[in-house]
């Protein structure tokens, strides 16, 4: 018995997917299945799920106009401290707000603090049709990532990544970054430099990573005790620690990268704080380039981070999976530049 002809095969072009594939997948009605895909109110919770998983299982693409509905975006308490602190949060939400005003898209920002009141904030966009999707700010708790891996409508990352590659998540490339920011540093012929940075995040170690990747490249020593620690991200503690460091042991390094360009304040205070100047005795690199780096006293040489950008890539990402376009979790991560002010200079020997 001949086998029947399969679409897709070489040799015969594949059909179209329609409304109608997705209808009887799901085992309802053509009207039904337009109604929930479009987000109407009056279809049941269940048979909304039922015919968007019909809809990915056939892979039909849902129309990419979303203008009108919602997308929550829920802001770690990290970010939240953040947004106080050094303007990281802020930047992102302006990338987010401007894409989203493009689209015709409406962001509700919920603070989430924990796991109940994750739990309580996906139960509200479970069963409100106007939610298209999910925005999560820095987030790196695992119970609260695992709770949306299998959430019915799409969740991306921002600023964070899911390890299991379950979640599409946006970043900037912040392992690369901190290696170009160090090697401009050994470029400059610094052999010894400090890795400043507040412990506790996925992309602050990847930051490190990608020091140690600058110095085993050169042949350089990777030793614990080059890396210095604060408990946060305030400068005065960073110039507590470097100031302490340069007390306690002498100048045993010519130049310090930081996590974070307010930890790069603080190491400048630091050092100008034992008598040594900066860059003369010791060269500083920060990461982010906020605004005010520019006036720091000298002017910092910092990684630029690509912040707006940022809000503006998850929010595409969520658009494409909102409207059904059936793509694997991806990490985007955005490049980023060195910018070169006054605080870096080849050291003195």
Known sequence: MDAKPVAGKRGKKSRRITLDDVAAAAGVSLSTASRALAGEKGVRLEIREKVLAAAKQVNYTVSANLAGSQVILAASSAAMLDYVRNQFTLYVLEGLK??????????????????????????????????????FLTVDD??????????????????????????SSVTPSNRSAARVAAEHLIGLGHRRILFLMRPGRRTIVHRMEGWQDALKARGLQVDDDLVV???????????????????????????????????????????????????????????????????????????????????????????????GMVYPARRVELACHLIERSSTAPPKD
Do not use: Y
Request: aromatic share 4%.
């Open 98 to 135: 401007d894409r989203a005003a493009t689209l015709g898209l409406d962001v509700v920002q919920r603070a989430v603090a924990d796991t109940q009141d994750e739990k309580q904030l996906l139960e509200e966009a479970r069963n409100d049709p106007a939610v298209s999707g999910l925005l």
């Open 142 to 167: 695992e119970a609260m990532l695992a709770a949306t891996r299998d959430f019915s409508k799409p969740v991306i990352l921002l600023n964070g990544h899911d390890p299991s590659m379950r979640l």
């Open 229 to 323: 620690t604060v408990d946060d991200w305030l400068p005065e503690l960073a110039a507590d620690a470097i100031a302490k460091r340069i007390s306690e042991r002498g100048q045993d390094f010519t130049a310090i990268l930081t996590a974070g360009d307010s930890l790069a304040l603080g190491a400048i205070l630091g050092v100008q704080r034992t008598g040594l100047s900066v860059p003369g005795d010791v060269s500083v690199v920060g990461m982010d380039d906020l605004p005010q780096a520019a006036f720091f006293n000298p002017p910092l040489t910092t990684m630029h981070l690509p912040m707006r950008e940022i809000g503006a890539v998850g929010l595409d990402l969520l658009r494409d999976a909102a409207a």
